[in-house]
């Protein structure tokens, strides 16, 4: 298992988000995991799930963590299916997988029809009155 420690305050922005040191729209926390809406979503209601405690992947934490975190992960999808009943659950380990922020996390990822939004494209900013409509309906338990 790898370093799971934190890093340095500013050095992981996830890390700052569970620390409520950076701005994040939280749908979700308890003691040992957090989720918020993905700033630049591929689709409505994309959210991310993290554990509190830093690590790369997912093979970085304690399994007890991961049990944690699997816990949020069943519930975040299930407040997903308020928005429509597909969703995708994504998870990038490593850069040539696609992690840009190296703490493990979960992507939800509602689906409503059309394009694969996993394809190359550009994506925008999440509005903020967007953001808080969506904060609101997905963080009623």
Not at 8 to 21: L, T, V
Not at 35 to 60: E, M, Q, S, Y
Not at 130 to 135: G, I, N, P, Q, Y
Request: glycine share 6%; proline share 6%.
């Amino acid at each position: 298992m790898g370093d799971a420690a934190a890093p340095e305050r500013g050095k992981c922005i996830f890390c700052d988000i569970a620390a409520h040191a950076a701005p994040a729209y939280v749908v979700y926390e308890d003691d040992s995991t957090m989720a918020f809406l993905d700033l630049f979503p591929f689709t409505r209601g994309h959210t991310l799930v993290i554990p509190r405690r830093h690590g790369a992947r997912l093979t970085d934490i304690p399994f007890e963590d991961q049990t944690r975190l699997v816990r949020t992960l069943d519930e975040i999808c299930r407040r997903a299916e308020r928005l429509t009943s597909d969703y995708n659950v994504a998870l990038n380990a490593g850069p040539h997988a696609g992690q840009i922020v190296f703490h493990v996390h979960f992507h939800v990822i509602p689906r409503y029809g059309g394009t694969n939004p996993f394809h190359a494209s550009t994506r925008t900013r999440l509005a903020e009155g967007d953001a808080r409509e969506l904060a609101r309906e997905l963080s009623r338990p």
